[in-house]
């Protein structure tokens, strides 16, 4: 790709949306920034006996939170509205979930501390990129998977149902179902029983 994209008469937003190159410091992306960012405040800061609030704050700053699943603070987006929680999932502290693009986590997850959902992507063409433009690419996280501490999970991938990321793992491309996956790049180890 070279040279400034075309613009078309879709909106920063509307280009973001559709995973097309865009500019983040468009206002209306920096208001729907802004609001994630007191809303995910606000959340960092409740008490542990919060639950109540921390639900109802969720479900305002989420796409989706499914029931019966916990969220531990701090939790870090960019704009809230693109990730998709199953039920019954289980998020320890300190996840950064950057959702340029849509973040789907399915039923049953388990996702250890620190851990990274980066759906970002910047152009390698220096010019562009100079030029602050940007997209993203989707990440899909299927039922019953756990994700170590620390594992990072970079634009565009998918993570079959009941797999497991070994802690700090990072993982550059999609994985099956059902498989115990290590290190960096994440690479599969060996199957797991059903």
């Known amino acids: 790709m070279t040279g400034r994209p075309e613009t078309d008469g879709r ?3 509307e280009r973001m949306d559709d995973g097309d190159l865009y500019l983040a410091d468009d206002p209306e992306l920096i208001e729907a920034y802004a609001r994630a960012q007191e809303l995910t405040e606000a959340y960092n800061a ?3 006996r919060e639950r109540e609030r921390r639900t109802t704050i ?3 700053l989420l796409g ?3 029931e019966e699943t916990a969220v531990r603070p701090p939790l870090r987006v960019d704009y809230g509205r693109q990730v998709r929680i199953g039920a019954r999932a289980f998020v320890n502290f300190g996840l950064v979930a950057l959702d340029v693009a849509p973040i789907t986590i399915g039923d049953d997850v388990q996702i250890g501390p620190n851990v990274q959902l980066l759906t970002p992507l910047h152009p390698l063409e220096a010019g562009l990129r100079r030029d602050k433009w940007e997209n ?7 039922d019953n998977v756990w994700l170590g501490g620390g594992v990072i999970v970079c634009p565009g991938v998918t993570i079959g149902a009941n797999t497991v990321v070994g802690a700090g793992s990072v993982v550059t491309r ?3 179902a059902g498989v115990l996956a290590v290190g960096s790049p994440a690479r ?7």
């Open 11 to 13: 909106s920063m937003r």
């Open 46 to 48: 409740t008490g542990v």
């Open 58 to 60: 969720l479900g305002e």
């Open 136 to 142: 993203a690419l989707p990440i899909a996280i299927g």
């Open 174 to 176: 999609d994985l099956p």
């Open 188 to 194: 599969v180890v060996r199957e797991l029983p059903a």
């Open 64 to 66: 989706a939170i499914g």
